[in-house]
């Protein structure tokens, strides 16, 4: 794939990746006339927008999974965040992307379990239970890292989407794992940013502000966040899992990260897009195969092989 093709595929999910409002045609007009008038209001109101997730009901499938933990809530600075605990024995931590659940990461707790593992995870500031407001990718680097430091050592660690991204920086701040599953991760903030303003109808000079103002609240450059420049740095065992089809997070981006993790492994899937594939029993198979394998290799006890009926589905070995 060329360039060229890759920015006309990136602008062909724009629309797609935002899930966006009835009205967007409305918005995306008034956006684009405030964008050219008064560019800084625009900059505030995107923004506000940008780091505001939405907060979408939680289905019953989730409701009666959380019934079945045991709920912590945490308190990470001024922010409380929800919590849920499942099991015994090496824990493994799940993070949810942006606008997410932990919870929906919840076909992985049983067969976790099953295999040894306690698992939490836990809804980041700005979603799902947790203190409503705008929220910040350090700020859920920061509440990974406070969840992890709770339980101990992790066993490993499985993350979604742009949760992938702040995950990817705690490990390079200095979190452990014994081991790092990412599905549809972003390997940057400025791809997301991109579609969001071109979604909503913000003009460059907009974005740009928008993210000067961002960093300027977090005291640090989007850079910080590049994923494929932080991955040479670490060590953990990665298995990427992206679907060809993903219309919020190309699969360019876990190829990426992958190819700049050193021994990394990537499993591509076809026709799951970027949720369903957190539910794929395929998917789940291999991503909990991995966790246990390697918690073997560094002699962590857990339970016995999977089933030797669960077959992957395409792993390249891209590192």
């Known amino acids: ?9 990136e602008k062909s999910t724009i629309v797609r990746s935002f899930n966006p409002p009835r009205l967007l045609p409305l918005v995306r007009t008034t956006n684009r006339a405030l964008s050219a008038l008064a560019p800084a209001l625009a900059a505030r109101l995107a923004t506000r927008r940008f ?17 079945t933990a045991r709920a912590r809530p945490m308190q990470i600075g001024t922010r409380r965040i929800e919590t849920w605990l499942w099991g015994t024995g090496p824990s493994v931590l799940l993070v949810h992307g942006w606008g997410g659940r932990g919870a929906q990461l919840g076909a992985l707790v049983g067969p ?6 306690s698992v939490v995870t836990f809804d980041a500031p700005g979603h799902g239970a947790s203190d409503e407001g705008t929220v910040t990718i350090p700020e859920i680097t920061s509440a990974i890292r406070a969840v992890a430091e709770s339980r101990g050592p992790l066993a490993a660690l499985v ?12 490990l390079w701040e200095g979190l452990e794992a014994g081991a790092v599953v990412l599905v549809g991760p972003a390997a940057d903030l400025v791809t997301p940013s991109l579609r969001f ?61 992958a190819r700049a993790w ?6 591509m899937t076809e026709g799951l897009g970027h949720r369903r594939i957190l539910r794929a029993p395929d998917v ?17 006890a857990a339970a016995a092989d999977a089933d030797p009926q669960a077959k992957p589905l395409e792993i390249l070995m891209a590192g």
């Open 1 to 9: 794939m060329t360039d060229a093709d890759y920015v006309e595929m």
């Open 51 to 67: 780091t505001t997730p939405s907060r979408p009901r939680r289905p019953a499938p989730e409701i009666e999974l959380l019934a």
């Open 112 to 117: 976790l379990v099953a295999r040894g593992f």
């Open 159 to 170: 993350a979604h989407s742009v949760g992938a991204t702040a995950a990817v920086r705690a």
């Open 197 to 257: 303003s071109e979604t909503f109808g913000f003009s460059r000079e907009v974005r740009e502000r928008m993210h000067r103002r961002i960093e300027e609240r977090v005291g640090r450059s989007w850079s910080v966040f590049d994923a494929v420049a932080l991955a040479p740095a670490l060590a953990a065992p990665l298995l990427v899992i992206h679907d060809r089809g993903d219309a919020e997070i190309p699969w360019q981006h876990g190829a990426a990260i």
């Open 262 to 267: 050193r021994g990394a492994e990537m499993l």
């Open 284 to 300: 789940v198979a291999a991503a909990v195969a991995f966790v246990a394998a390697r918690a073997a290799e560094r002699g962590i």
